[in-house]
Structures are given as structure tokens and as C-alpha cells.
């Protein structure tokens, strides 16, 4: 706690922008230091900053705030999502902002901003489909799609080598989502000693992005996107 106070007086800062909200207003900014967020609700310096719904929560009998900042959700859903969706924590030794998803809610994800190394049970989301990549071996991979398409898609290193294989709206590519929110080629697979993602067609980025579903904690890094809900933010690292 001592090295955190110390960083927050001359360790970097982040400042967290709200770009687009059902429920909040746009350009809105939170700034947190190492501590935590100095204007949380939790009145806590602790290191944290929990984001979630609903201010207050029972633990043990007893009436507890636990989120520093409220995310509202529609009446119909915020009872089952009760709680505290994601947080922001200073890691000293990485000397860096990390983001960690709660499991509960909608799910946290950020935006790739060119391509992405594939990990096994990377989860993406794409207009209003899932797609879950597993990798059965170092050259061969399987892709299973969630939404109004479904079906399971398996590519080999050397099938992509030459060509990517594509992702999205167009009848060319080789996986076909029947979305209206997915570009012509939204994404593409390749593989360059390791199975990438790559945002849009190699050149071009789609026009709403890829997002991949934090399932661990994640480093922050300055310009980043992510989004919990309906809700978009960015961060900015300044000292």
C-alpha cells in the first residue's frame, strides 16, 4: 500500500473516457491513480475500482457498497446482474493498469486494433454472433460459431498460408455470418508460425471492430478500447 501511494503521486494516471452509452453520458471521464479512484462510492483506496450494477449489495446480512462506479441496466435485467461486472486494479509488479472481468453481466471485451495472437478459448464477438477459436494443434484450428449461424469450421496451417481465411458478411469469405452489423470481411485468420486474428481484410479494418472477450486480467495499454454492455470507453495514460 505504501509503494501505491507513493506511484500515485508520481507513477503514471489513467483516465478512463466514456465514447458511446445507453445509460451514461458520452465523454464522461473517471480518473484513477494507482490507489484506486479517488471519487469512488467504496470511499476505499485500495488499488481497485469496481464497475458494476446497483450501488448496494448484501454480504454476510450485511449492507455493503461494492462498486465505486454504477453502470445502469434496464429494470428487466439489473436484479440478475446484481453486483460488480468489472475492475480496473494497479499490478506493481507489472507496473501497469489492469482490466478483470467479474463474470457477471454482459461480459468485458476489448477491441484488436490490427491482429491478435490466438489463444485456446479466445472468444470473440463480432455484430451479434460469438465465435470461440480452440486450438487442436500448433497447426490446425477450430472455429465454432454462436448466433444466427452456427456450426463448427476447421482450418490447417497450410490452407492459409497463401490466402487468409476470411470472416464476415460476404459470400466469398470462407466463414459466412448473415449480419448486418459485419463487414464484407470483417476478419481473417492467418498463420505465421502461431494462428493470428487479423481486424478487417489485411488492409482495410472492419467498420465495427473485433472484440475479444477479457478472460483474464488484461494489461492496459493507452488508446484502448473495451466495452461492458452497452457502454464503450477508452483509456488514456498520462503522467
Known amino acids: 500500500m505504501q509503494h501505491l501511494e507513493q506511484l500515485s503521486l508520481t507513477g503514471k494516471k489513467l483516465k478512463i473516457s466514456i465514447i458511446t452509452s445507453s445509460s451514461l453520458k458520452a465523454n464522461t471521464e473517471y480518473n484513477l491513480v494507482p490507489l484506486g479512484y479517488k471519487q469512488g462510492l467504496r470511499g476505499a483506496k485500495d488499488g481497485f475500482c469496481y464497475f458494476g450494477a446497483k450501488k448496494y449489495q448484501y454480504i454476510s ?99 492459409v498460408k497463401e490466402n487468409l481465411a476470411k470472416i464476415g458478411r460476404g459470400e466469398y469469405c470462407d466463414i459466412i455470418l448473415q449480419d448486418y452489423l459485419a463487414s464484407k ?31 483474464e486480467p488484461l494489461e492496459i495499454e493507452d488508446g484502448m478500447y473495451f466495452k461492458a454492455n452497452h457502454t464503450i470507453f477508452q483509456t488514456t495514460l498520462y503522467k
Request: glycine fraction near 8%; hydrophobic fraction near 40%; aromatic fraction near 14%.
Open 61 to 159: 446480512g450485511n449492507k455493503a457498497i461494492v462498486n465505486d462506479i454504477i453502470l445502469p441496466l434496464e429494470p428487466d435485467t439489473v436484479e440478475q446482474h446484481r453486483g460488480q461486472h468489472f475492475c480496473i486494479y494497479y499490478d506493481v509488479t507489472k507496473d501497469s493498469y489492469m482490466l478483470k472481468d467479474m463474470f457477471l453481466g454482459f461480459g468485458t471485451f476489448f477491441k484488436v486494433r490490427n491482429y491478435l495472437q490466438v489463444k485456446n478459448d479466445l472468444l470473440i464477438f463480432i455484430g451479434e454472433h460469438y465465435l470461440l477459436f480452440n486450438l487442436l494443434s500448433q497447426t490446425e484450428i477450430k472455429v465454432k460459431i454462436f448466433g444466427k449461424n452456427q456450426g463448427d469450421f476447421r482450418f490447417r496451417a497450410e490452407e
Open 185 to 215: 470481411v470483417h476478419c481473417c485468420l492467418r498463420f505465421l508460425e502461431k494462428w493470428e486474428l487479423v481486424d478487417g481484410d489485411g488492409e482495410k479494418l472492419s467498420t465495427n471492430g473485433v472484440w475479444v472477450y477479457v478472460n
